[in-house]
């Protein structure tokens, strides 16, 4: 069997689609992305495609080394991402030329099924409380929400109220034992962190993500002092030598690799048994696509530290289509109780719907996040 050609499909709402064909009428399909910056991951998987057009798809380490390592420059989000997608396509095809999911082929899974958390939003805490209270209504059983607003290195108390009446107010409406994880998404510099995470220890926080920025690591080990709630962080780290020292640092409770950021299912693999040997917990970040979901479920299922999976169904984000409209076989994600089952088809176990996928590719899309400013006019992170 050979590579013989790969296609990518910019599709709504802010997603990008990979169908790497082969000799012998065998397709798989990936989702290399980086939000915001599609067009720019779609260059770099026809640059790799260069390389694996005439190579067999089942030698998926050596493919992956190649791309990595090939280059001679290599890493970060556009490199990784690009990466990422091809790496789930291949083990999609080896997966449907074997007749057995992904998973069986990684050792096979040692759970049926995963706990899901599902986004909340709102402009206030009343909105936020009452979203959360339909997501517990339609089952689910942990939910996340952005913790922070924009707050400058140095802030006011005031900001710190206002987030913690929100935290509290869902804490409120949803109960003593419902998963609340808080995303700080990186707006909170080192000063004000450690206070954040203070004040919301009350609350019994599944987690706070992200509480500074990734490359600003150090700062954890001293925000952890300030807090017993697990820390989360990894969505903006895209390979295990990004995740050494924040693993081997001591630095986080639960780490979050991206399938389509971290270098796909190849990768990420590596990365939760490297944080399991430091008895650090999964939970891989997925805000994406049905092919993005697919490749983490895999994962989850042959990871023992794996314990609850982002899907974005009904997200904020999916304005214009959703995880289900790209797939055929839309039962595979089935949600029960506050879980998901882990696919049991073929490859990642989702029956892409190419014909929509090529009329929505006519749409595409170019998704950019928005540019916050502080009151004085300075940037302030998203």
């Not at 026809?46 to 390389?51: I, N, R, S, V």
């Not at 206030?124 to 209504?137: F, G, H, K, L």
């Not at 000063?191 to 019994?204: T, Y």
């Amino acid at each position: 069997m050979k590579i013989t050609k790969l296609t990518t499909y910019i599709v709504p709402p802010r997603w990008l689609f990979v169908k790497v064909e082969t000799d012998e009428g065998i397709s798989g399909w990936g989702e290399p992305i980086v939000e915001g910056r599609a067009l720019t991951v779609e260059a770099a998987v026809h640059e790799l495609a260069d390389y694996l057009i005439g190579k067999d798809p089942f030698l998926i380490e050596d493919h992956w080394n190649v791309m990595y390592r090939g280059g001679f420059y290599r890493g970060g989000a556009v490199h990784m991402s690009a990466i990422a997608g091809i790496d789930q396509a291949l083990w999609d095809i080896k997966g449907k030329a074997l007749n057995v999911p992904v998973h069986q082929l990684l050792g096979g899974q040692c759970r049926d099924r995963i706990k899901v958390y599902s986004w909340i939003g709102g402009d206030r805490p009343s909105d936020v409380a009452r979203n959360a209270r339909e997501m517990v209504e339609r089952g689910f059983t942990a939910l996340k929400l952005n913790g922070a607003e924009e707050l400058q290195i140095v802030d006011s108390y005031a900001k710190i109220d206002a987030i913690v009446e929100t935290i509290g107010t869902v804490r409120d409406a949803v109960g003593p034992h419902v998963g609340i994880g808080a995303d700080f998404h990186g707006r909170v510099h080192r000063p004000m962190a450690k206070v954040l995470a203070k004040a919301l220890d009350p609350f019994r926080l599944m987690f706070i993500e992200e509480p500074v920025l990734s490359e600003n690591y150090e700062a954890l080990k001293e925000i952890a002092n300030h807090t017993s709630t697990p820390i989360a962080l990894g969505e903006r780290l895209y390979s295990r030598w990004d995740f050494k020292n924040i693993l081997s640092g001591g630095y986080v409770d639960i780490i979050q690799p991206d399938l389509s950021h971290a270098g796909g299912i190849t990768e990420c693999r590596k990365i939760a048994s490297m944080a399991e040997a430091y008895d650090i917990a999964l939970a891989p970040h997925c805000p994406l696509g049905p092919i993005a979901l697919a490749a983490c479920l895999q994962i989850d299922a042959v990871s023992y530290n794996a314990f609850i999976q982002e899907q974005s169904l009904n997200i904020h984000y999916n304005q214009d289509n959703d995880i289900l409209d790209y797939i055929t076989n839309r039962e595979v994600f089935d949600y029960k109780d506050g879980f998901v089952s882990i696919p049991q088809g073929p490859g990642l176990g989702v029956e892409v719907d190419e014909a929509y996928v090529i009329e929505r590719a006519k749409t595409g899309h170019r998704w950019r996040n928005p540019v916050w400013r502080h009151e004085d006019g300075s940037f302030a992170e998203w």
